[in-house]
């Protein structure tokens, strides 16, 4: 008997001795398989983790054997705030917290199976978790966050299509962290709302404000489209690719595509948002890029009029921008003045000093290669792109403005740039779209149009969407401009016809 009561108490003692540290990671999230009677009022990723501003119990189901338990905490105010944690229903401790930033709480006992409580009683200010590390048996083990779920539940020989959708599951909620798997795609967030739908709601899922939303496929993902609901004034940004998203800089907008991630190349990407966004629906691309269709604007070459005319002009005045270093590539917007005469011209070139463009000689092409002159696309009801020439001035006195009746829109030619001692000489000879000839010169000092912000560039371009300025998307007044593949489509249109 005393060998078989020895060999047991060896066995019981191995046992416990299995038990590992399991570290739980709350910086951006409440990890799983973790949950919290209340969510978060946000995240502190790179400093204190959740942020409790009420009362909140913080459970761990079925741990076996738990011997330690160590909490990583802050607190904004002192001797008002208490931590007590529990294991299967025992207190192990309780602790008054001080005005401490990321401070360790250690609650030990002996092996007990059962729920871990964290009691958060919060009477002013702030409470934070950072991290929990657990001494005992989890299912799972030692996933350094309980992050399991985001992985061993998606099967890895799940077989896509292309693309492969994820709509809402049918949960309605708000404020709280959520996560679910659908067509093998893992989506999570840390403060986000569901609904599962109604005659005046769509169905959705999103994330808050300030907060991110991961998806997580078996596979790299290429690329993605959300379908949904972006808030006024949003603006998001991606750990992963490169993202394109609405102009919602006026008003909530719903489209679809309202974002897009080309280029993911990973199982799984982040987007963090600085407004609420929901997703009606989200496409999944495991092969090629999704194709994404703009709004494309009718341009028409209808203003310029019918008969052939030759136009020889000589300008008085020329004004540039540089708009280079705020699109990422060669980009100059050349205007120039006369009494009867403006004209627009873009160059894919970038600007030197005195002569404006390198002395040489430039030709207006379609082809969007840098060293070109951008021939016109056209224009709309409301604005002509360059290349083009605007003339028939009038002024209205109700608008307090000149605007213009007729425009050429130069389609061919070339423009010499030259030294001169008065600063540069600008000879064009050129074609309009309807068959209309150019010849046009001007000879003086080139003045400099500075941006009225240089660190708020918006002022002249409408908006840079991408904020380290290496990629090839602006904004620029009512139209997109970008550079792909070697072209360039749209430019900047700036003048009105009556």
Not at 40 to 48: F, K, M, S, T, V
Not at 226 to 248: H, P, R, Y
Request: net charge negative.
């Amino acid at each position: 008997m005393k060998k078989i009561i020895t060999l047991f108490s060896f066995l019981l003692v191995s046992l416990v001795s299995l038990a590992a540290d399991v570290v739980y990671d709350f910086s951006s999230k409440i990890p799983s398989p973790w949950t919290s009677s209340q969510a978060p009022l946000g995240y502190e990723a790179d400093n204190r983790g959740s942020q409790f501003t009420s009362d909140a119990n913080i459970t761990l189901k079925g741990v076996k054997n738990v011997t330690k338990v160590v909490v990583t905490c802050s607190s904004n105010i002192d001797n008002q705030n208490t931590l007590a944690l529990s294991v299967a229903g025992k207190e192990w401790g309780k602790e008054m917290l001080k005005k401490e930033t990321n401070v360790e709480k250690t609650f030990t006992g002996n092996a007990t199976s059962g729920d871990i409580v964290i009691a958060i009683t919060r009477a002013s200010k702030s409470v934070y978790i950072k991290k929990i590390v657990v001494t005992g048996e989890v299912e799972g083990g030692n996933n350094n966050g309980g992050n399991n779920e985001e992985t061993g539940n998606l099967d890895p020989n799940y077989k896509y299509s292309e693309p492969t959708s994820v709509t809402p599951n049918g949960a309605t909620g708000s404020n709280a962290a959520y996560s679910f798997i659908k067509n093998n795609i893992l989506v999570s967030c840390p403060m986000g709302g569901q609904h599962a739908g109604s005659e005046t709601v769509t169905a959705y899922f999103g994330c808050n404000a300030g907060q991110t939303i991961t998806f997580t496929a078996a596979k790299p993902i290429k690329g993605l489209v959300i379908n949904g609901m972006v808030k006024k004034g949003f603006e998001g940004d991606c750990d992963k690719g490169e993202l394109l998203q609405v102009d919602a800089s006026e008003e909530d907008v719903e489209a679809e595509p309202v974002v897009a991630i080309l280029d993911i190349d990973a199982p799984s990407v982040t987007i963090t948002c600085n407004k609420q966004m929901r997703c009606y629906s989200v496409d999944f691309y495991f092969e090629e890029n999704p194709e994404i269709e703009g709004e494309e604007e009718e341009y028409t070459f209808e203003w310029e009029p019918d008969v052939k005319s030759e136009l020889n002009i000589t300008f008085d005045e020329m004004e540039y921008t540089d708009y280079s270093e705020y699109i990422g590539t060669p980009y100059v917007d050349m205007y120039f003045a006369s009494e009867k005469y403006d004209m627009e011209i873009e160059a894919l070139v970038n600007s030197v000093a005195g002569t404006v463009l390198p002395v040489g000689t430039y030709e207006i092409s379609d082809s969007g290669e840098d060293g070109t002159l951008l021939a016109s696309p056209g224009g709309t009801e409301t604005a002509d792109y360059p290349a083009y020439i605007a003339t028939d001035w009038v002024y209205d006195e109700e608008e307090n403005a000149w605007f213009y009746n007729k425009a050429y829109y130069l389609i061919q030619g070339t423009l010499k740039v030259e030294a001169d001692p008065a600063g540069v000489k600008m000879t064009l000879n050129a074609t309009t779209a309807k068959g209309s000839t150019v010849k046009a010169v001007f000879v003086g000092k080139a003045q400099t149009s500075e941006l009225s912000d240089p660190e708020n560039p918006e002022d002249a371009i409408a908006n840079v969407k991408d904020s380290n300025k290496s990629h090839d998307k602006v904004l620029s007044g009512n139209r997109i401009v970008i550079r792909k593949d070697g072209k360039t489509y749209g430019t900047i249109g700036v003048q009105l016809k009556k």
